[in-house]
């Protein structure tokens, strides 16, 4: 599949399996042959099912990292006792060490059969033809013979067991474990997706938990009892439930908050809601629709979904107009009948004090337990004698290309126009960072951006949210390293709204006390969260271990800085780095040029600064000068994340693209690199393994990441050491070389499919410091590269013996 270019993966949910793979068009027949093959010709023989065994367990207990899935799995457990639905989806560690080979072989044979299964195509084909190949491919699969029913329980029979396990009265589970921050997660049951009342439950799922003007975020998140407050409702097969999850904001008392959230519900039970109330939550519930279908992966899972859950692939249209036809009553009738305090199952989670007993430690770089070799690479020409044939296409030149507009102010716009979706995409960078809080306070850039939407001269937080969520469009600021984030989206009839808006913005925020005090709690929060996660802690200690004091990279917020800060600090920082110069914007979508062109200068060409935007001064950072090790000891974790990585490249760097193909033959692919292949599948120690230069506008750094069990980490990282050793002095083959070429040019056309991915794409082109035609000759220069380019890269950016190694997670 990644030598196809194919954008590959496969899912198990609570009623299917699910395997998906996007490819450019040319590509198709040879994805339904390989998707056939896999149907009825898998081997699963001792070997591989007592490796993949280890990998899944990994992921099982990565999962047990988290809080928040331990109170879920014991939650959905006591709602469902007697039923499927209370398992978690992978199992358990004790079933997956039980399984046997002629278990599982027995449940493939059983259920990976044509009479069982839903196969969806959409995009560019020829349905004649596509029906042809099909035939061709899946027609010859001969059908299981009829097997007997697993259960003689009939759908009626489940749905009651369902419905009596689920409201019968229950004590609250209590978790109380070591952690950071406190949770609440209820669920109640609903029913079946058949069921009318599926689409007026998700009507009040968007009330309650979508949007500023959400019921959620008014009773919990503004006054400051929570961090978080999600919903989704789980309909499915067999009657579901809905979720409802509370990150309670620090020093908050669980019955209160939780009493607040009955509150919430109970209102609603009570009181009809608004028309204006009402009509929001539609239209948000079909922009919704609307923007997540528009790439062609996307509709394709839509219709198997629906085959697959429901029996009609048409079932999104009656859902869409069942949604249209809710009314207030329905909405009333529905929270009355599923949102009852006494049918729903709820959980706890009380944190107590982390064990903090250890300190950030160095591990001796020598400390070693055997002498691992890795096995011979896989040869990429074994693989293509498997591959059905394919006709060797020409590069693609025919991606169109985007205009950029500069206003006399300096603020650059990057306009790709795009009728194939009634949708417009909106992307930006605002060179006003985290790199930036080096010269004020920790987390001055990030509260910036995240109080814009506060208020401004004309309007408070209330009426902006107001403007957007009404038509179902959004818009969203983060701070990051190398600069803010702009991500907005809308119908395209309102993309005048999104544009108008976000002027409003940029030039007139006012950033109310109140606001700031709401966005200090929620990055308080945030950061007491990172304390209790392996990922997070164990990055953010691996780049400031890399990075020195004075570097950009080096600062983070802390609770400290955080405390420190003033509404004058954001102001200031505003006014000194929110200047036209520094922001870089660009559309993608259904929309007229001329008509966006006029309307920015309308509203953006008359912004001016009196500041003079401000350059990080970035030092050169050097390579350790020998292997470092830091461990972060977390004894309450089940499993252990791991870091290795040193100082990389900038995006502008030559090397750049070569890089991207090492990186692609090393770990840009878990299941088809050089570590996925050793590490994953050859040793079973990890779930996922990875490598990337994270290469913007200043050069990030080279790394690698693993999750593994704490027994397995240091065979993990001696692995991983040997095979980057291996890779020095033995280079790649040419096969190898044109094979990772040929994934990376193949999955290009994939990717700038998702308008989001393209957007982003040509903003960044922009930001680096690319012409237009970037974006189409990307794949160009990733062909020119050549055999002496790679192998000298190898050289120049592979220090295996300078790493900084960083695990986080429970010692060994």
Known sequence: FSALGSASNAFTSYDMTAYFGTVSSDKLEALLVLEADRMRHALIDEAQLESEKRVVISELQGYENSPEYRLSAAVLQQAFPNR???????????????????????YYQRYYSPENAVLAVAGDFDPIKLQSLIAQTFGKIPPNPPQPEASSATPETRASE?????????????????????YIEAVYPIPEVQHPDVPVIDVIDAILSVGRNSRFYQTLIEPGLASQANAYSAALIEPGWYDISITLAPDQDLHTVDQTLLDTLQVLQDVPISEAELQRAKTQLMAHFIMSNREVDSQASQLAYSQTIV???????????????VTVADVQRVAQTYLKAESRTVGYFEPTQLDDSGELGPVSPQQTLEDFSPGEPVDPAVVAQYLPPIASAPLSETQALPETLTLNNGLRVVL??????????????????????LSTKGGVASLTAEVLMGGTTRHDALALASRLEDRGAGLDFGSFREGVEIEGHALSQDLDVLLQTLAEILQEATFPESELELARKQLLSGLQLELDDPARLGRRILQQQLYPANHPFHVFATPESVLSITRDDLVSFYRQHYTPANVTLSLVGDFDPQHVRSQLEAL?????????PLSLEVPEVALPEKMQRVQIPLPNKTQTVTYLGHPGIRRRDPRFYTALVLNQILGGDTLSSRLGTEIRDRQGLTYGIYSYFAAGQQAGPFVIE?????????????????????LIQEGVSSAELNTAKRSLINNYPVELANPDVLAQRILTNAVDGFDAAEVRDFPQKVDAVSMEQLHQAIQELLHPDRLLIVTAGPPA
Do not use: C
């Open 311 to 325: 029996g009609d692939y048409r079932h999104s249209d009656r859902y869409l107009a069942a949604i249209q036809s």
């Open 416 to 437: 790709l126009p795009d009728s194939s979706s009634p949708t417009v995409t909106l992307s930006g960078n605002i060179q006003a960072g985290n790199g930036y809080d």
């Open 84 to 106: 499927p639905y209370g398992l978690p989806v992978g199992g358990t560690k004790s079933d997956v060490e039980a399984f046997t080979v002629e278990q599982v072989r027995a």
């Open 706 to 726: 693993m999750q593994t069990a704490p027994e397995d980490t240091e065979r993990a990282i001696q692995s991983t050491l040997a095979l980057l050793r291996q």
């Open 162 to 182: 369902s419905t009596a396990s689920s409201t019968a009265a229950r004590s609250p589970i209590h978790l109380k474990e070591a952690g950071s921050a406190a």
């Open 604 to 612: 953006l060409g008359q912004w001016s600064s009196p500041s003079t």
